[in-house]
């Protein structure tokens, strides 16, 4: 594996982070550090909407109020090189939780689920941003 290929597997590892810590801590300027102004992100296999950067912030700041608590866990991702671009196929899970407060975990309102978050990268001026993000919902847990 080349210097490079490792160079860029590290700075998308470090995008999927940035992206599940703007998630989680609500910081959704953050989201212009992972995805490229033209993005389309596609959340409807969760019933989210499929939008532009711009309107998935705006989005996300008002649906995931009701869940202060937020954790998404992203593991090993898969990555395809080429034609200039990256294809990242990483799997997820959440949780999403009504309260940040020690309650047990039959508490009505919380949401677990998982899948797979599929994104096509390319690398641009500022680094490696995503052009497309879906998000292929596996499994939903309510309580």
């Known amino acids: 594996m080349r210097t ?7 700075e998308i590892a470090a995008l999927l982070a940035r992206y599940t810590y703007a998630i ?6 953050l989201l ?8 389309v992100i596609d959340y409807s296999s969760s019933g989210g909407i499929r939008g532009s950067r711009d309107e998935v ?13 937020r954790l ?15 294809r990242v196929v990483a799997p997820f899970t959440d949780t999403l939780a009504p309260t940040r407060e020690m309650v047990a975990a039959t508490t009505e309102g919380f949401l677990h689920g998982g ?4 994104h096509r990268m390319l690398r ?20």
């Open 4 to 10: 490079q290929e490792l160079a860029d597997r590290l």
């Open 24 to 29: 989680d801590s609500g910081r959704w300027d």
């Open 32 to 39: 212009d550090e992972v995805f490229s102004r033209d993005a």
């Open 57 to 69: 912030k705006a989005w996300l700041a008002e649906v995931l109020t009701h869940w202060p608590s």
């Open 72 to 86: 998404h866990l992203v593991g090993a991702a898969y990555i395809d090189f080429g034609d200039g671009e990256a």
């Open 115 to 118: 899948g797979h978050y599929h």
């Open 124 to 143: 641009t001026p500022d680094g490696w941003r995503s052009t497309e993000l879906v998000e292929e919902q596996s499994w939903r847990t309510v309580c």
